[in-house]
């Protein structure tokens, strides 16, 4: 459950259906006790005031001999003899059978002393409580149906203006989203009047202008540092060939001076990946025209073919004859050789390379060490995934790049003991 991960304003909503739900819960029984309640001190009010009535202006009329005939016309008061001496007034409630409804049915009764020519009687006053408990249930109901219809309408409206009020932070997450340091547009962010909101722009805006700053200072020096360096190590290498050419050299001498040579070698290589990374990302490779990537492809294959027998690699490709795409012809020749040194350096002896090209993807699978490459070190600059390596950790990093710029997906997996690297061309156009 810790990374599931959930919006804001569901957060926020979710507090208010809980709330709603627990007020609709809590305060609907309540209601309909409370209406019970006004509505059975309603009822006892009219009873008492019936009965009041009866007592004022009936009973020193009536005599004994009238009760019967009076009780026979008065469905709901009746007048008994009391064989008991009864001093107040008392209410009850009482189940008596309806013959209307042919069923027993809830009644308040209010039962009363009184005296009829001098004999006491008691007179019983009821009044249904069917129709009450059903008023009362309407009422109940109503008054649920309300309050829902009240608290849904404030759910949605408070939903409404939450988005509308959380709109600013969104477009500025988008804004944040879609910038990329490497690109030379800053992320608009649109002005809010919302204090926290224009807060959070601002915060923002500085961030990015620093994140920029600073990635171009990197940039720079890396391309000062390479060029500055092209000098130092051509001296390097024309003093280390005129050295190795001196008649007096030893074997001892010459075996030292293998290792120098292999360092320079690799020292060559990095500056050139650094000048290359750069001119990539100063956008020097602007011009764009049909490459076809078939050509290319087969090219770079014959001219790495003798590393590769060198090594016992079995190379084989499966490609199409012609294969168009818009980039550039310089950029394309390093994606291909990049990868295609990374299977050679990277594989085993007597391992296998293979390479399969068709109108949407460019494959390379070699066998090489036997577990995958950690996410974190695959494309990262400077990051070997073999310590035996003599690369760079750059090679593949350029790769990245260049199928970034022009919006091509680089894939990779470990399977059956292949490392296979997949390149989604989504660019393919027709030679012009």
């Known amino acids: 459950m810790g990374n599931v991960r959930r919006k804001l304003l569901h957060e926020t ?6 709330y709603a739900i627990a007020i609709v819960l809590l305060s609907t029984p309540f209601f309909y006790l409370v209406i019970q309640k006004l509505h059975l001190d309603d009822v006892d009010e009219t009873l008492l005031l019936r009965t009041k009535e009866f007592k004022k202006y009936t009973i020193p009329d009536l005599q004994t001999s009238e009760i019967d005939q009076w009780n026979r016309f008065n469905r709901d008061m009746k007048i008994v003899k009391s064989d008991r001496l009864i001093l107040r007034d008392s209410l009850s409630f009482q189940f008596i059978y309806d013959t209307l409804a042919n069923e027993l049915e809830p009644y308040r009764i209010l039962t009363s002393p009184v005296t009829v020519e001098g004999k006491p009687f008691v007179v019983s006053t009821k009044v249904d409580l069917i129709e009450s408990e059903d008023l009362v249930l309407s009422l109940a109901l109503l008054y649920s149906g309300l309050l829902l219809l009240l608290l849904t309408g404030l759910f949605f409206i408070t939903q409404y203006y939450s988005k509308r009020l959380w709109q600013p932070f969104y477009r500025t997450l988008y804004a944040v989203e879609q910038f990329e340091i490497d690109k030379t547009q800053v992320p608009e962010l649109t002005s809010t009047a919302i204090e926290e909101f224009y807060r959070l722009n601002q915060v923002v805006r500085g961030l990015v202008s620093r994140s920029r ?3 171009l200072n990197q940039q720079e020096f890396i391309e000062n540092a390479a060029h500055e360096l092209q000098t130092p190590l051509a001296i390097f290498q024309s003093k280390l060939d005129n050295f190795l050419q001196h008649p007096d050299l030893t074997a001892s001498q010459l075996q030292a001076l293998g290792p120098l040579y292999d360092l320079l070698a690799r020292l060559n290589r990095m500056n050139k990946n650094l000048l290359v990374l750069s001119k990539i990302d100063h956008q020097s490779y602007d011009a764009i025209e049909p490459v076809d990537l078939a050509a290319l492809l087969k090219k770079s294959v014959d001219f790495f073919e003798d590393q590769a027998v060198e090594k016992g690699i079995f190379l084989e490709t499966r490609f199409i004859e ?7 012809i310089a950029l394309i020749e390093i ?9 050679i350096a990277h594989n085993r002896p007597n391992g296998s390379i293979e390479i399969s090209l068709n109108n949407s993807e460019l494959i390379f699978r070699n066998t090489g060490i036997s577990t995958a490459i950690s996410d974190d070190k695959l494309f990262q600059r400077f990051a070997k995934t073999d310590s035996t390596s003599k690369g760079n950790g750059l090679g593949l990093s350029i790769v990245k790049r260049i199928a970034d710029l022009y919006g091509w997906q680089i894939l990779y997996e470990f399977e059956n003991g292949f490392h296979t690297f997949a390149i989604k061309i989504s660019t393919q156009v027709s030679p012009q």
Do not use: E, H, P, R
Request: charged share 5%.
């Open 335 to 343: 994606l291909i050789s990049n990868l295609l040194m990374n299977a």
């Open 213 to 215: 700053l600073a990635f």
């Open 13 to 18: 909503l979710k507090g208010y259906v809980l």
């Open 322 to 328: 012609v294969t168009w795409v818009n980039a550039n």
